[in-house]
């Protein structure tokens, strides 16, 4: 019996269904968690909304995971740098003393990832504010040919079940501990109970106009987490990226061709970025994007020069994105993008969150690692150390659910209008875009706040009488992105928290 008959036959008779480990999320981070949890001899059920592993962020990810080479100091420091020294120095010492084994134990030994070598050495590549060349990479399309491996190699493992097209609703919960979760599949809801349960949802993109993550990042697992009362810290922390590119059908032009030379130039064909920081192109992330928005503004648009570099030659999965769109190689429009949460659920060392038996991990979760600001290729490196450290962590304890009262589907509201989740997604995103974007000031984020808890009332309203996916992805998006513009009307403004000068009211 495959792994859905198995969960469907349960759900057909009212039961609850039971594993050891429940992982939310198929990105790198939760197939680690359900890797290591599996090999210290749990059972683990991967849930996951995405039609693996294509709608996983991780497989859109480019450039590709910074390891330590000969120097842990040095990534250490840029790691702090580039978080405009914010991040916390324990956290940051967990990666980069995790960071080789784990590439070298999961990634290299289990996996069999061939990383792109120069003869019979890795072809380490160089991207902003990494003072020297440590990112391993498979072309520009790194994330895709790490998560296709890893989702088959779990695939075939006796102790997972990994069931696609499936969301989790919200958490089971009792007395403070977490039990497991409602989950969704085709319309029919079910309990699952499970001894831990480990949140591994991604980001927060599509609560954004553009973002270079899957439409499917609407912040589910911090949404659940918080609403089950998990703190969530550093939620102002929202990371855009500066070279998305800035026309329909958008795709990430990654950092790394930067780091091979490219220049971006303003419509009057400057080459601006030297006269907004001494590391020009490569200066941390949030100052490129910020200059970026401001050349666009002024001089109507900013494009990428890839003549400089074999631009075909060293990033053919990208000259060939640039050929579907007819975009030239040598001037790529580019604009910025949202693109990573910093913050997230609260976890420690192990991935625990404030909540017994509940871990969080990936871009879902708030190590410390990232700060106000994120290092480029650290996110899949923070995904793997942390996914690996609470699979370990999440291990040995009961499936209970004596003391649990069982959520039932509602379903009494079929007057729903079929635009409904469309129409307020879309008020989201522009209230998102106006006021809690790339520079923020405090009127638009109180403007924000308001805006966002009246969104939140309405689609409440809709929750408490119906359960549908897109009705709860909605309800996660208004729940995530009412965190971030509180947390941003309170947070020290530094790193990707930019706030202008207070406006005259
Ligand atoms: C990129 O390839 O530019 C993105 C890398 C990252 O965000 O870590």
């Keep these: 019996m495959t792994g859905t008959e198995k969960i469907e036959e349960a759900s057909e008779a009212r039961k609850p269904n039971e594993t050891d480990v429940l992982v939310v999320g198929s990105g790198i981070a939760g ?4 890797l290591a949890a599996a090999r210290a001899g749990a059972s683990v059920l991967v849930v996951t909304k995405a039609t693996r592993p294509e709608s996983a962020a991780t497989h859109w990810a480019q450039g590709g995971i910074a390891v330590t080479r000969d120097a842990p100091e040095s990534l250490r420091s840029d790691v702090m740098t580039a978080s405009a020294n914010t991040a916390n120095p324990t956290a940051i010492d967990v990666l980069v003393e995790n960071a080789g084994e784990a590439v070298a134990d999961v990634l290299i030994d289990t996996l069999g990832i061939s990383f792109d070598r120069e003869g019979d050495k890795f ?8 003072s020297e060349p440590r990112i391993l990479h498979v072309d520009a399309s790194t994330g895709q040919h790490i998560l296709g491996p ?6 075939s493992h006796p ?12 958490l089971l919960t009792h007395e403070g501990r977490v039990h497991g979760a409602t989950l969704e599949r085709d319309g029919k809801t079910w309990a699952t109970i499970a001894g831990t349960t480990i949140l591994a949802t991604g980001g927060i993109g599509a609560l954004y106009g553009t973002t270079t993550n899957p439409g499917s990042a609407t912040g589910d697992g911090i949404a659940m987490a918080a609403l089950a009362g998990a703190e969530t810290e550093d939620m102002a922390y929202v990371q855009f990226h500066p070279t998305a590119y800035a026309g329909d059908d958008l795709f990430l032009v990654s950092e790394a061709v930067r780091g091979e030379g490219a220049v971006l130039r303003n419509a009057d064909g400057e080459r601006f970025m030297p006269g907004y920081h001494p590391e020009a192109e490569l200066a941390p992330r949030d100052v490129v994007a910020r200059a970026v928005q401001r050349e666009r503004d002024v001089t109507g648009e900013v494009t990428l020069d890839t003549t400089p570099l074999d631009f075909s030659g060293t990033f053919p999965d990208l000259a060939e994105k640039c050929d579907e769109r007819s975009v030239p190689h040598d001037s790529i429009p580019v604009a910025p993008s949202e693109h990573f949460l910093c913050g997230g659920i609260a976890v420690d060392d192990r991935g625990r969150t404030t909540l017994d038996r509940l871990f969080a991990v990936g871009e879902c979760a708030r190590t410390g690692v990232h700060g106000a600001n994120r290092l480029a ?5 923070e995904g793997l150390v942390w996914g690996l450290r609470a699979g370990e962590s999440a291990v040995g304890f009961d499936a209970d659910s004596s003391a649990l009262e069982m959520p039932t589907a509602l379903n009494s509201d ?33 403007r924000a706040t308001s805006a966002l808890r009246r969104l939140k009332g309405e689609v409440d309203a809709y929750v408490r009488t119906r359960t549908s996916r897109e009705l709860y992805e909605l309800r996660n998006a208004s729940i995530v992105a009412l965190l971030v513009a509180r947390d941003a009307l309170d947070a020290e403004p530094v790193g990707c928290h930019h706030v202008e000068e207070v406006d005259a009211d």
């Design 377 to 381: 290729s650290t996110s899949l490196l």
């Design 159 to 170: 102790r997972v079940t990994m069931l696609e097209d499936t969301a989790a609703l919200s």
């Design 414 to 446: 079929p007057a729903l209008p079929p635009e409904f989740a469309r129409d307020k997604f879309v008020r989201l995103q522009r209230v998102m875009d106006e006021c809690v974007g790339l520079s923020r000031n405090q009127t638009d984020l109180r």
């Design 31 to 34: 197939c680690s968690a359900a």
């Design 123 to 130: 072809d380490y590549g160089k991207e902003a504010a990494h």
């Design 150 to 155: 890893f989702c088959s190699y779990l695939d």
